[in-house]
C-alpha cells in the first residue's frame, strides 16, 4: 500500500538526525585519539614509525570509504567477528576518521617553522617535550580549520552507513522514499537536513581559516 508523503514521514526523516549526529561524534573522536598517534608517528624520529603510519594513511585515503565498511561489515565475520551495523560503522568511520586527520595534524606539525624545534632541541629539550611545550600549541592552532572542515566530510560520510542497514539520516530518507514513491521529497528534505548540520560548520572552517591567514 503507497502511504501518502505526510508529516509523520517527515518526521521519520528527521529522526535519522539523531543517528548521524551521534555516529559523526563517535567516529570524530575516536578518529582524533587515533590520528593524534598516527601524527606523531608519522613525524616521529623513527623510520618504521614514520613508514608504518604512512603505509596506515595511504591505504584508507587511498580507497572508498564504502570499501572500508564492507570490510568492516562483511570482512570480519570470517574471523568470527560478527558486529552490528552500529559497531561495524563506528569502527569503520573512526578508522576513516584517523588516517585523514592523523594526516591533517602530521602537515600542522610540519608547519610550524623548523627554526623553533632546533632552538628547542638547542636548549636541551628532549623529543617528548619539544612536542608537548613548543610544537603541538601551534600546530593544533594551525590545525583547527582543516579539522573542523573534515567534520563536514565526515558527516556527509556517514550516508554510507545505510547500505549496510545502518538507519541514520539518509537510510531514513530511502524509507520513507520507498513507502511512500515521493523520492524527491525524501530526498529533497535529507538534503535540507545535511545542509543544516553542515554549513554552520563550512562557514565555521572558512571564518577560522580566514583569522588564521590574517595573524599570520
Not at 551495523?85 to 578508522?95: H, N, Q
Not at 576518521?97 to 617553522?113: C, K, N, T, Y
Not at 603541538?136 to 545505510?162: D, E, N, Y
Not at 571564518?207 to 599570520?216: A, C, I, K, N, P
Request: proline share 4%.
Amino acid at each position: 500500500m503507497i502511504r501518502q508523503f505526510g508529516l509523520n514521514e517527515a518526521l521519520s526523516i528527521l529522526s535519522g538526525i539523531e543517528s548521524t549526529v551521534i555516529l559523526s561524534f563517535i567516529a570524530f573522536v575516536g578518529g582524533g585519539i587515533f590520528g593524534g598517534i598516527i601524527a606523531l608517528l608519522r613525524t616521529s624520529e623513527a623510520a618504521p614509525l614514520q613508514r608504518f603510519a604512512a603505509i596506515y594513511i595511504d591505504f584508507f585515503q587511498g580507497t572508498p570509504l564504502l570499501m572500508q565498511l564492507f570490510l568492516v561489515f562483511y570482512g570480519l565475520p570470517v574471523f568470527g567477528l560478527h558486529l552490528n551495523p552500529w559497531v561495524a560503522v563506528t569502527i569503520g568511520l573512526t578508522l576513516h576518521a584517523s588516517a585523514f586527520l592523523g594526516e591533517i595534524w602530521r602537515g600542522g606539525i610540519q608547519a610550524v617553522p623548523r627554526g623553533q624545534t632546533e632552538a628547542a632541541r638547542a636548549l636541551g629539550l628532549r623529543y617528548r617535550d619539544r612536542m608537548i611545550s613548543v610544537v603541538l600549541p601551534q600546530a593544533i592552532r594551525l590545525s583547527i580549520a582543516p579539522t573542523v572542515g573534515f567534520l563536514v566530510q565526515l558527516i556527509k560520510g556517514t550516508s554510507l552507513a545505510a547500505i549496510i542497514g545502518f538507519v541514520e539520516l539518509s537510510r531514513s530518507a530511502q524509507i520513507a522514499a520507498s513507502t511512500t514513491y515521493k523520492p524527491l521529497i525524501a530526498y529533497g528534505l535529507a538534503a535540507i537536513f545535511y545542509f543544516v548540520l553542515c554549513f554552520p560548520l563550512s562557514r565555521l572552517s572558512a571564518g577560522l581559516e580566514r583569522r588564521l591567514v590574517v595573524r599570520t
